[in-house]
């Protein structure tokens, strides 16, 4: 695997508080597993980096290589891999997901 995506992941990784790798894109995800943790990162109001794995496939492998994790989607918080979509999926239904992005989410505006 290059040297360079691997540089070019750790730069995204490392430059957003949230960053999701994912196939498609959050308006338009491209599978079940990218759909599902999108939908669980907008229930939490997390502004997130997405990185449309399908449109380069050296990155798509790459990200793989990164984290030494098979599957796309994965969640990376503070340059940290958090989990792929089972992963996110039970620490979302544990409370867990919540507590680790309280300190990203958009507060609602009061007027």
């Not at 430059?15 to 990162?41: E, N, R, Y």
């Not at 992963?87 to 544990?94: A, D, G, N, P, T």
Request: charge should be negative.
């Amino acid at each position: 695997m290059s040297d360079l995506i691997q540089k070019d992941i750790d730069d995204l990784v490392k430059a957003h508080d949230v960053v999701l790798f994912m196939k498609g894109t959050p308006d338009f995800p491209q599978c079940g597993f990218s759909q599902k943790v999108t939908a669980i990162l907008n229930s939490l109001n997390v502004p997130y980096a997405a990185v449309n794995v399908l449109l380069n496939d050296a990155v798509r492998e790459g990200v793989k290589v990164y984290a030494d994790w098979p599957t796309i989607p994965q969640l990376y918080v503070k340059g940290e891999f958090t989990g792929g979509c089972d992963i996110v999926s039970e620490m979302h239904k544990s409370g867990e997901l919540e507590t680790l992005l309280t300190p990203f989410k958009v507060q609602a505006e009061s007027n």
